[in-house]
């Protein structure tokens, strides 16, 4: 299975009733039930390198969730954001289940080959955001740059984009650009629905190129110096963590 098959099982698949877990307050239905080292999500906890295999669970009346065998077990640092039992329905019943089933898990192989990698020059490019601006490497010479390549029917993409927005206003010196290959029309009621607010960069064929067989979203991170630091295939709590830490040691 390749990394496009697997988001879509984990995101799609999952999807059984609708809410989101917030402010760690007690809630009838979760939109999302990921369950990983015996704690449960409402969104992947971590990278797809950590992820050795995946199950599929569902309890007598429907209630739906994924389980992932992980290779290592889960960093305290994702802990934080486990979702309490008494927010997951039938929550004991899944548990048992993924209890039970782990050792049974699909086996999932992930490849991934960076066409971007840390410590090279990121690439000369020239880009028009949504608004008609033109953009090039002269125009964030000497800041910290944040690319984030996504596409409309990217779930996971969706889903960060609120949290990609908050970085914008607790960092406000940082350059932030989403890239899309899609058409302004397109883009832009994805990104007011989802209130993504980085630069929108539309039409843009040349970072799609980096993407190759990695899978969605790509988030590089560059120096000051111009010097790539920091590069995520995909989306998780950890890997997102992972980035905004890259962002802010640059600052």
């Not at 329905?89 to 050792?103: H, I, R």
């Not at 120096?223 to 920091?230: A, L, Q, S």
């Not at 950890?238 to 980035?243: C, T």
Request: aromatic share 10%; glycine share 6%.
């Amino acid at each position: 299975m390749n990394n496009m098959g697997l988001l879509r099982i984990a995101f799609a698949v999952t999807v059984i009733v609708s809410g989101l877990y917030a402010s760690g307050q007690p809630m009838t239905k979760m939109k999302k039930i990921i369950i990983a080292d015996g704690y449960f999500f409402s969104e992947m906890p971590v990278s797809q390198a950590l992820i050795e295999g995946m199950l599929l669970i569902e309890t007598d009346s429907g209630t739906k969730a994924v389980g992932l065998k992980l290779t290592e077990p889960l960093p305290d640092a994702v802990l934080k954001y486990a979702v309490p039992k008494d927010s997951v329905p039938e929550a004991d019943t899944l548990l048992a289940q993924y209890c039970d089933n782990e050792s049974k898990a699909i086996p999932i192989t992930f490849t991934c080959e960076p066409l971007l990698k840390a410590g090279d020059k990121f690439p000369k490019f020239s880009a028009t955001d949504i608004n008609g601006k033109k953009w090039t490497n002269k125009d964030v010479a000497g800041k910290v740059m944040v690319l984030n390549c996504w596409f409309t029917g990217c779930g996971p993409c969706r889903t960060e984009m609120p949290e990609l927005s908050a970085w914008k206003v607790e960092m406000p010196d940082v350059m932030f650009f989403s890239s899309t290959y899609e058409d302004a029309a397109t883009a832009r009621p994805v990104l007011e629905n989802r209130s993504f607010t980085w630069t929108a960069l539309v039409n843009d064929k040349a970072f799609t190129k980096y993407i190759g067989s990695n899978g969605y979203p790509l988030t590089v991170v560059v120096g000051k110096d111009g010097i790539i630091r920091h590069i995520e295939y995909g989306t998780s709590l950890m890997q997102r963590d992972a980035i905004k830490a890259a962002i802010q040691a640059l600052r």
